[in-house]
């Protein structure tokens, strides 16, 4: 059984950081992508990053390029995203999902097993 656990979440002042991490059980970590999605109340949930399977290849929504990593760990079966210069729009629920597809994708269709998520809010 495939099981993705976030953390890293919490309240942080706008221009601060958070990282959150994503450790994933049950496959084996290093042949998938891995991705990071958002979603706020009553919106569609978000592409936001996305990693390949050895971390060669990168993906971001504009509106975080720039600011957001995100990154991989093999040894640790663990996804990071280290958050910069955060805004009150970056505030949302995060999730972290893995899939099969090369690219790495960016669609939400294309991930099968998503963790339960972390609120990250930024106060202005």
């Known amino acids: 059984q495939v099981q993705l656990v976030e953390s890293g979440g919490g309240l942080v002042q706008a221009g601060g950081s958070l990282r959150l991490s994503c450790a994933c059980s049950?496959?084996?970590?290093?042949?998938?992508?891995m991705g990071w999605f958002r979603q706020t109340p009553g919106k569609e949930r978000e592409f936001v990053a996305a990693?390949?399977?050895?971390?060669?290849?990168?993906e971001y929504a504009d509106s975080v390029k720039g600011r957001f990593t995100i990154s991989r760990d093999n040894t640790k079966n663990t996804v990071y995203l280290q958050m910069n210069s955060l805004k009150p729009e970056d505030t949302a629920v995060y999730y972290c999902?893995?899939?099969?597809?090369?690219?790495?994708?960016?669609?939400?269709?294309?991930?099968?097993?998503w963790g339960q998520g972390t609120q990250v809010t930024v106060s202005s």
């Open positions: 990693i390949s399977w050895i971390g060669s290849r990168t």
């Open positions: 049950g496959r084996t970590f290093s042949r998938y992508t």
């Open positions: 999902a893995t899939g099969r597809s090369s690219g790495p994708p960016t669609t939400s269709e294309l991930y099968d097993y």
